[in-house]
């Protein structure tokens, strides 16, 4: 594709529901990225993928969260029993591989909002 | 534990000036890479300029530019010649790679409105 996807682009849930936040890399993209960013805050970097191996999780706020990514494409987000403080916008973005000197390219976001 | 300090939430400027974003941060590192990203009101991140710790020369990119003082953990960014399309949020943001994983730290941001 053009551009890193994301979807949905907004999800309202209810608290103690689970959902499932999803991104399309661009195409040949081998890393992947995951970021929270709550509402005036800046981002918090969460969780990210070389192919589909996630080298260090220690980023995930809770064992509610977690992260896969099959076929060195697609990946999601899940996040399980959310809670209101799980409110924000969750980005993604990703690069040709994960040197350090690789640009990232963001998506638009999924804004979550728990209610 | 790495942090990083945007202490301007907001600032303005008059189109065609030039203005300056504050970033400090603090490691004990010695090989990392600062970054500034621009966040425009649609949402969509985008790299604006980046610098690789170990080179002592400023990077530059067009009308962005970087004041890199290693030793006062200091990475400003300075927008030249200030244009609309550059009304934005900036995050400043830090990046480590230690025994082969990456860990990145974002600032909370610095609101820029350029006036017309």
């Known amino acids: 594709g053009a551009g890193v996807s994301q979807s949905p682009s907004n999800k309202v849930t209810e608290k103690g529901k689970d959902v499932e936040l999803r991104c399309d890399p661009i195409?040949?993209?081998?890393?992947l990225y995951w970021y929270r960013q709550r509402l005036g805050q800046g981002l918090e970097f969460l969780i990210y993928?070389?192919?589909?191996?996630?080298?260090?999780k220690s980023g995930l706020p809770s064992d509610r969260f977690s992260a896969e990514r099959t076929g060195e494409s697609v990946s999601t987000l899940t996040i399980q029993r959310t809670q209101q403080e799980d409110s924000a916008v969750y980005l993604c973005?990703?690069?040709?591989?994960?040197?350090?000197?690789?640009?990232?390219?963001f998506g638009p976001g999924t804004r979550l909002t728990v209610l | 534990a790495q942090t990083v300090t945007q202490s301007q939430p907001e600032m303005s400027v008059q189109e065609a000036e030039t203005v300056t974003l504050s970033c400090t941060y603090d490691t004990s590192e010695n090989n990392y890479y600062l970054f500034w990203y621009k966040q425009p009101p649609s949402r969509q991140m985008i790299l604006v300029i980046r610098?690789?710790?170990?080179?002592?020369q400023n990077a530059t990119e067009n009308r962005f530019s970087v004041n890199f003082q290693k030793a006062a953990k200091s990475f400003s960014l300075k927008i030249s010649d200030s244009q609309l399309g550059d009304t934005a949020m900036y995050f400043c943001?830090?990046?480590?790679?230690?025994?082969?994983?990456?860990?990145?730290?974002f600032g909370t941001g610095t609101r820029l409105k350029v006036l017309a």
């Open positions: 195409s040949g993209h081998t890393a």
């Open positions: 610098q690789e710790a170990y080179k002592q």
């Open positions: 973005a990703s690069s040709l591989d994960a040197g350090a000197l690789r640009t990232q390219y």
């Open positions: 993928f070389q192919g589909n191996s996630a080298p260090d």
């Open positions: 943001a830090f990046m480590s790679a230690t025994s082969g994983t990456y860990k990145y730290i």
